[in-house]
């Protein structure tokens, strides 16, 4: 059974930085069309951006787009989500999320396209 686990959180300021990793185990994880999601408190988990399989093509969520960058490295299993200029309103609990239909390679935006799922990482923006 693979698993997805997210680290990288934490506690920044409004303005900083984070990178938030994605470490899949098991040896398929180029089959995978790769996404990052976030839910605040209160709030349903959204889309924040996806990625191909090959990592020739992203997509990010409006609020997002411009500021976070998203990147898969296919030799370590690994999928980061890089946050620049992070602002209060990206305060949630964040996760990663594979799309294991080794035939498809668009991006899905919606929860339901993605079958495996990591614990989650948080991340803090105080202002």
């Known amino acids: 059974q693979v698993q997805l686990v997210e680290s990288g959180g934490g506690m920044v300021q409004a303005g900083d930085s984070l990178r938030l990793s994605c470490v899949a185990s098991?040896?398929?994880?180029?089959?995978?069309?790769m996404g990052w999601f976030r839910q605040a408190p209160g709030k349903e988990r959204e889309f924040v951006a996806g990625i191909s399989k090959s990592g020739s093509s992203t997509y990010f969520a409006e609020p997002v787009k411009g500021r976070f960058t998203i990147s898969r490295d296919n030799a370590k299993n690994t999928v980061y989500l890089q946050m620049n200029t992070l602002n209060p309103e990206d305060t949630a609990f964040y996760y990663c999320?594979?799309?294991?239909?080794?035939?498809?390679?668009?991006?899905?935006?919606?929860?339901?396209?993605?079958?495996?799922w990591g614990q989650g990482t948080q991340v803090t923006v105080s202002s």
């Open positions: 098991g040896r398929t994880f180029s089959w995978y069309v």
């Open positions: 999320a594979a799309h294991t239909d080794r035939w498809r390679d668009s991006i899905g935006k919606y929860e339901r396209e993605y079958e495996l």
